[in-house]
């Protein structure tokens, strides 16, 4: 006879659940998602909260162990809310660094589905659109970069694919099979020729290592290509889904191209800090 894993009561020959026990359960869970993020956007009275969660716990059957996993669940819940439009606020972030403080969770929690760098990213984005250059990021170690003097870095990818597109050149068409000898040292009439060369474009990947976005400048820095692209000498931006396009003002340019896994971050961070 197998024992609910919810209320611990015999559940039945091979049964390990009462239904009705699960049912109170998801309920209880969703209760508890649903007041974390209805007081991190409304109330922001998180003594209430600490009060209401073991109530909640204690109703639904919800060990008590669970209780972090659910809070950091109804804080990425009202981070997605509030960054519906892409920006976080001040009032918002500060909601946000409240709930956290209060209920003591680590940044890695708190990050381990991506929030916590979402919410930065959104903040970054909001003081260079006020013309702010603010120091947000933290990078382990020393990047590969020789930045210029009075250089501020905004932001950093690493693992980051660079590629570029290269001109290559095919031949179409063929000739004859057989070598027909027309006079001495002249094989092929010239109509027997048919091949032509065609050139095309390839977009090729050409290393993978960082790309570096300062005040000033774009940065590639892997183990076979370094490149620098001064905003003043882009000439045009081409957002992608996983990263971004930029070619430079030269008569010969080809789109470079950075993939950082999240194009719409890069696009409009670049764009707005070309024009400070």
Not at 5 to 34: D, M, W
Not at 233 to 260: C, H, M, N, W, Y
Request: charged share 25%; proline share 3%; net charge positive.
């Amino acid at each position: 006879m197998g024992a609910c894993k919810y209320c611990s009561k015999p559940a039945g020959f091979l049964r390990n659940k009462h239904a009705e026990c699960e049912t109170q359960y998801n309920r209880g869970v969703q209760k508890i998602i649903s007041e974390v993020s209805r007081a991190i956007r409304e109330s922001g009275d998180y003594e209430a909260l600490a009060t209401m969660i073991p109530n909640i716990e204690r109703s639904a059957l919800i060990p008590n162990g669970n209780r972090q996993a659910l809070l950091v669940k109804g804080w990425e819940g009202s981070v997605e809310q509030f960054l519906e439009d892409g920006l976080l606020d001040t009032a918002e972030e500060e909601r946000l660094l409240k709930f956290k403080n209060h209920f003591n969770l680590s940044t890695h929690d708190l990050d381990r589905n991506g929030a916590l760098t979402k919410t930065t990213k959104a903040a970054v984005l909001r003081d260079v659109l006020g013309g702010v250059i603010s120091k947000r990021l933290s990078v382990e170690g020393n990047l590969p970069i020789n930045f210029q003097k009075g250089e501020q870095l905004v932001w950093a990818f690493q693992n980051s694919k660079y590629l570029e597109d290269k001109t290559r050149r095919r031949y179409e068409g063929s000739s004859q099979g057989a070598s027909i000898r027309v006079m001495k040292g002249v094989y092929y009439r010239v109509g027997a020729f048919k091949g032509h060369a065609v050139n095309y474009t390839e977009r090729v990947h050409v290393d993978t290592g960082w790309v570096a976005v300062t005040n000033k400048n774009i940065y590639f820095a892997g183990p076979q290509k370094s490149v620098r692209l001064p905003y003043a000498k882009i000439v045009s931006f081409e957002p992608f889904s996983d990263g971004l396009g930029v070619i430079r003002d030269t008569a010969t340019a080809k789109p470079q191209i950075f993939v950082t896994g999240d194009g719409w971050f890069t696009y409009n961070l670049v764009t707005n800090l070309a024009q400070l």
